[in-house]
């Protein structure tokens, strides 16, 4: 359930004053449908460039993928029946069994206009957007327009790790959000992000337009995975290595008629606002089942990713001594 309470809470915990924010839309999305080594913005029509990726929203989404019209013929697995975007973000992992494996993602939302001013345009068709960057090894290297963050939901995350995570467990989840550019040209469709910051934005750079803002915000269950939990370097990875390689990736697939009622839905203060569309009413669970459209190609496994990318995992900092002490910890 969408809830004010919770993304309150979310700005509060990442600094920021939220004493002025705008009504915003959410979609949620319960897991990803696939795990796959693409990424159709980066590496376009190509197979074994990328990283291992989660995917969420339409299942159309393939190495080829372009426009929102393609997105559009696929199903969403996104609680609202009108977002037919799609979402991914590199793969979070922990060890088991000596592999990586997938940590469960316990919730992804997509905030709209989360501590941002009315948009001045929908997102158009066809847009698609990047926050983060996958090659940053450190937090210096990180854009500080994404905002990107890794804290534990409602409790006290301490200091980060060496890698960029919380140094010590979680009581429930292990969270991670990213912000993406606000201003759009609505002819080339390049975006960029309006000078200030969430909660304190100024105006979008001249011959762009403000839009609704996206941020990510995913939620990972580590409570099953990692029973132990962790003091120091936490147990996990990114498929690009550290927290400081987050990022996010967005085709925007809305319909239409969705995305223009998410403008008006985002034009008063402080409440969560649906957007409903001709495809039917915001939180609308998911009809279709959501399917990889290219089976035949490319990986869901992490250590077939790191193959076919043709390198060795390259640790990031920490991983051998916190591979020590996980076990250390297990055999209590
Ligand atoms: C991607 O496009 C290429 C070139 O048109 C085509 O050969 C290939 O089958 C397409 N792949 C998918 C998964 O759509």
């Known amino acids: 359930m969408p809830s004010i309470t919770l993304s309150r809470v979310a700005l509060l915990t990442s600094g920021f004053v939220a004493h002025l924010a705008q009504a915003y839309t ?10 796959k080594n693409i990424d ?5 029509g190509q197979y074994d460039k990328s990283h291992l990726h989660s ?3 339409s299942d159309a989404v393939t190495i080829n993928t372009t426009t929102s019209a393609e997105l559009q013929k696929g199903c969403t697995n996104v609680e609202n029946p009108n977002d037919l975007s799609v979402y991914w973000v590199p793969t979070l992992l922990y060890q088991k069994d000596g592999s990586w494996e997938p940590v469960p993602v316990m919730r992804f939302s997509a905030y709209y206009s989360l501590g941002d001013t009315k948009a001045e345009v929908p997102i158009p068709q066809n847009v698609k957007m990047l926050a983060g960057k996958a090659t940053a090894t450190t937090a210096a ?6 905002h990107a963050e890794w804290f534990c939901e409602g409790s006290s995350s301490g200091a980060a790790d060496t890698n960029g995570f919380p140094s010590s467990t979680c009581a429930t989840h292990l969270q991670q959000l990213l912000y993406f550019p606000n201003c759009v040209n609505t002819d080339t469709l390049e975006t960029a992000y309006k000078a200030g910051q969430p909660g304190n ?3 979008c750079p001249a011959g762009m337009k403000a839009m609704p803002q996206l941020r990510f915000s995913v939620r990972y269950d580590l ?12 147990p996990v990875q990114l498929a690009c290595g550290s927290a400081y390689c987050s990022h ?3 085709i925007n697939g809305w319909t239409e008629d969705a995305a223009q009622n998410m403008v008006e839905a985002t034009s008063s203060k402080n409440k969560f606002a649906a957007v409903d569309g001709s495809l039917g009413s915001d939180g609308e669970k998911p009809t279709c089942k959501s399917a990889d459209a290219d089976p035949d190609h490319g990986t869901s ?8 990318m043709g390198k060795r995992s390259v640790p990031a900092v920490g991983w051998v001594s916190r591979n020590r002490l996980v076990r250390s910890l297990s055999t209590k």
């Open 26 to 35: 959410q979609v949620d999305v319960a897991s990803p449908f696939m795990y």
């Open 40 to 44: 159709p913005i980066v590496f376009p």
């Open 55 to 57: 995917f969420f929203g």
């Open 141 to 146: 290297e990180m854009p500080a327009e994404a």
């Open 201 to 203: 934005y100024k105006a």
């Open 223 to 234: 409570r099953k995975v990692l029973p132990n939990g962790w003091s120091g370097t936490a």
């Open 248 to 250: 996010g990736d967005f």
């Open 301 to 308: 496994d992490y250590a077939e990713s790191v193959a076919a």
